[in-house]
């Protein structure tokens, strides 16, 4: 209730009529929502941040799950210290990690912005296509595999054929996860922008910088929408319940 009250507020005074966030409001108007759409930052934030997110949450997923298929699967010395590596990352503060980032990617090997990016954004991600994909595979019955390579296929087609399919949902919830967490992610962002290279959260802290009206109201409102229909996707194809 604590939380949700703020949220409340933030969605009524982005229907304010005054050109100052204010509550309670005086008005409704719907105007805000559509300067929001008239501000080349937000616009070109939103389709960064989107491109960002979907590339770092597929390359998460394109590591993270063989990583965790030959963890679950195979018996290593010391399993538990790589699942501690792949997970460290959320265990570290953000803001740590983007500015390691910065000081390695971009300073010392000098490498484009857009890729530090998506290496930043990547091992935000990885760490929830660990956990995620790991849950899928323990409750993957492995004779399901076994009866695979009975009938002939190889352990690749295997894993591709039977395995994947079988943790779809665990892989689909990941994904989104991932996308979200990536998506409003302001830490690492401010570290690894540029002129030409704004995410979303950041262009709204421009924003702010030389604006208080309801604008920034709407855009927080339009951000509250895209995470809830993903979080209703994940509910819809694995369960809230089962994250934890």
Not at 159 to 187: C, D, E, G, M, R
Request: proline fraction near 5%.
């Amino acid at each position: 209730m604590i939380l949700v009250v703020p949220l409340l507020i933030v969605i009524v005074t982005s229907f304010g009529q005054e050109s100052a966030i204010s509550f309670p409001i005086k008005g409704f108007t719907f105007d805000w929502y559509k300067n929001v759409f008239q501000q080349p930052d937000f616009v070109e934030g939103l389709k960064m941040s989107s491109i960002v997110a979907i590339l770092a949450s597929f390359l998460a997923l394109l590591v993270g799950t063989p990583i965790v298929y030959v963890l679950t699967r195979f018996d290593i010395h010391h399993k538990d210290w790589f699942q501690t590596i792949f997970l460290s990352p959320a265990l570290i503060p953000e803001i740590v990690i983007g500015f390691a980032l910065y000081q390695a990617l971009v300073i010392s090997l000098q490498l484009p912005l857009f890729i530090s990016l998506i290496v930043g954004h990547f091992l935000l991600c990885l760490p929830y296509v660990v956990r995620l994909i790991t849950a899928g595979m323990m409750e993957f019955d492995e004779s399901i595999e076994e009866a695979a390579w009975m009938v002939g296929y190889d352990k690749l087609t295997a894993f591709f054929k039977v395995v994947i399919p079988n943790i779809k949902q665990s892989v689909v919830a990941a994904f989104i996860l991932s996308f979200i967490t990536s998506f409003n992610n302001i830490p690492i962002s401010l570290f690894l922008n540029g002129p030409d290279l704004n995410m979303l959260p950041t262009s709204i802290l421009n924003y702010l910088e030389n604006n208080y009206d309801p604008t920034v109201s709407a855009v927080s409102v339009i951000l509250m929408i895209i995470t809830a229909l993903m979080m209703i996707i994940v509910e819809k194809y694995l369960g809230l319940n089962k994250l934890t």
